[in-house]
């Protein structure tokens, strides 16, 4: 086998691997994020619990309803976006003419609350979740060894990444939605229910929370803690993405998985804050963010 | 946050800003004698950590209410801080007085350097920012147990003799030592906000173009009200570190930063006492609650929303209202 700078090949890709995966995640919850700030105007702190109740539901509809991971990968992110429907009317309508600050201490308020009821009830130890049949196994690439279920992670973020990116920018519903996140009364005037495309959006972007939750499911255990750090590092991302574009937010998520996936390759004990630190450089260099607009 | 502080700078009326002041003064003069009677009435060290996070909630409410910028990650200061002031006393055999000093003088320069970073974006962004900073300043902590101690902490730190005199091994003894610097950082703080600087930061908080336009520097002043917080949010910390005897990773956590948070909401954002009554609030509720568990966190949530959707004056901002002075 070949090495490059002195690197196995196999922990070489398996990282990097694993850090388009991780990349994904960054990738479908900035994307929420930047969704739901673009209308909202509030920063959803409550976004990693979404993740976490994603996974929660679809570990629920199999062990207690017996419903499997496919239909749990459809099921699990209605359900959540429907509580997000119902967080949104109820709580986030009646502060939406105040300070957007006020948004961000009740959604971590939410947060707060989602995660210590679950960790009442199933600990914080973690939930194993079994990866489906059809994706068990793997192939043999030859350098590496690509496990199917990672794969299709991957592919299946990209594509509803796409699918989001689609929505927003080519179809007359996005059309609507840019529109009322330009001037969100002007929108109004023309007879666009704006109150309603507030509701949907940001049970949307929950319910892109909830998909990447189900999709981590049987990647990492099913725990309670499991959206609380990961969050943090959403919100890092995406200040160096600005959220001031879907692609963008689409493209730093991957980008920075994949820094950190090279990052545990060549210096591991920097892993964990390396988000951080491109952060702080891209502050410095640039401030509105790699794809934002400056404020 | 222009819209939702009090604008105590709106009272122009000279005799209403003496009589102000003098109910300044009078609650000033309550709280001191209060602190006389508590250790009698109270176990002491259930007050002195009233004190330290009545500290860090009026450090932080320094930034937020007289600077507009929301913290969202106020316990690297707090927990940094801590820890250098317990690895002074404990590995370099420091004095409590020089240890709490150096944790302070920590927290103020990862201030300067955090608060020259966060400056850079306003609003929302300055929350996630803070934030951000301070997980990496958790990590960093973890990841160097030489220093930290990793998941134990650095536990048993020497209470040590203050000025090399006096032993503060003893509860009573200690506590009067917290008391002073309590007192000594709420005048501070007062004293801050209302010199030609504070007055300033406060323009600055309502109109920022407006204060520019002026001719003030408003990255300058933004960043020295930074620099102010972290430090005393470092005096808070270190303080703790003293009292416990224990820096930890608690102290480092976001959740640190959030109960901060919680503290001024719940006492009132941009009031002068509120984060104290906010403090005294949400440690007696830890301290009657303990036995429950993750059920704590689940009532500190249930308490952050009530108070953004029903109370959002908080306590003090509630009883201004009544008495028509600020708080």
Redesign the interface.
Known sequence: MFELLGIPPQALFGQLLLGLINGSFYAILSLGLAVIFGLLNIINFTHGAQYMMGAFVAWMCLNYLGVNYWAALLLAPVIVGFTGVVIERLFLSRIAHLDHLYGLLLTFGLALIIQGLFRNQYGSSGLPYQIPDALRGGYNLGFMFLPTYRAWVVVASIAVCLATWFMIEKTKLGAYLRAATENATLTQAFGINVPLLVTLTYGFGVALAAFAGVLAAPIYSVNPNMGADLIIVVFAVVVIGGMGSIMGAIVTGFSLGLVEGLTKVFYPEASATVIFIIMVLVLLVKPAGLFGRAA | ????LPADGSVTHAAAERDTASLHRNVMIGIAIALVIAPFVAYPVFVMKVLCFALFALAFNLLLGYGGL?S?GHAAYFGMASYVCAYAAKHWGLNPEFAILAGTGVAAILGLVFGS?AI??????F???T???A??VF??S??TPRFTGGEDGIQAVPRGKLFGMINLADDRTLYWVVALIFMAGLLAFYRIIHSPFGQVCKAIRDNEPRAISLGYRANQYKLAVFVLSAMLAGLAGSTKAIVFQLASLTDVH?SMS?EV?LMT?VGGLGTIFGPIVGALVIVSMQNFLATL??????I??????L???LF?EGILGVIAKWIKKPL
């Open positions: 946050m222009a819209d939702v929301l969202f970073l850079r974006r306003q609003g929302i962004y929350a996630m920012i934030l951000a900073l997980q990496m990590f960093f973890l990841q976001w959030g948070v909401l568990g993750a059920w704590v966190t689940v500190q949530g249930v308490i952050f929303v108070c953004v959707l959002r």
